[in-house]
C-alpha cells in the first residue's frame, strides 16, 4: 500500500519561508497528479496548490498565489511545496494528496499524514 509521508514543517516567523516535501513509502508517484491541502484548528480544510504527474500544468489558492510553488522530482518521487512571504494566516496542517489521474481534478486518492506549519506575527 502506498503511504504520503510529508516533512518540512516548523515554527517560521512572518515573511519567512518553508519548503515541504511529500514522499511515496512502498510505491511511487508515477503517472499521477498531486496536491496540497492545509487545514487550521476549526476551521475546514482548503486547497492549496496542485501539480499534474509531468509537471506543464499547476494550479494555486487566490489566497497563496505568488508566494507559494509547488514541484515535483519524479526521478526521486518527491512533491515540494517552496511557501515564501509566510503569514499568519498560512498557520495550519499541511496534507499532501495524490490523485486518482495525470492531471488535477480534485478528487483525491489518498492523503499524507500531515505536517505542521506555525507562523508567528
Known amino acids: 500500500q502506498v503511504q504520503l509521508v510529508e516533512s518540512g514543517g516548523g515554527l517560521v516567523q512572518a515573511g519567512g519561508s518553508l519548503r515541504l516535501s511529500c514522499a511515496a513509502s512502498g510505491g511511487t508517484f508515477s503517472g499521477y497528479a498531486m496536491g496540497w491541502f492545509r487545514q487550521a484548528p476549526g476551521k475546514e480544510r482548503e486547497f492549496v496548490a496542485a501539480?499534474?504527474?509531468?509537471?506543464?500544468?499547476?494550479n494555486y489558492a487566490d489566497s497563496v498565489k505568488g508566494r507559494f510553488t509547488i514541484s515535483r522530482d519524479n526521478a526521486k518521487n518527491t512533491v515540494f511545496l517552496q511557501m515564501n512571504s509566510l503569514k499568519p494566516g498560512d498557520t495550519a496542517v499541511y496534507y499532501c494528496a495524490r490523485s486518482w489521474y495525470s492531471y488535477w481534478n480534485s478528487n483525491v486518492r489518498d492523503w499524507g499524514q500531515g505536517t505542521q506549519v506555525t507562523v508567528s506575527s
Open positions: 501539480i499534474s504527474w509531468t509537471g506543464s500544468s499547476t
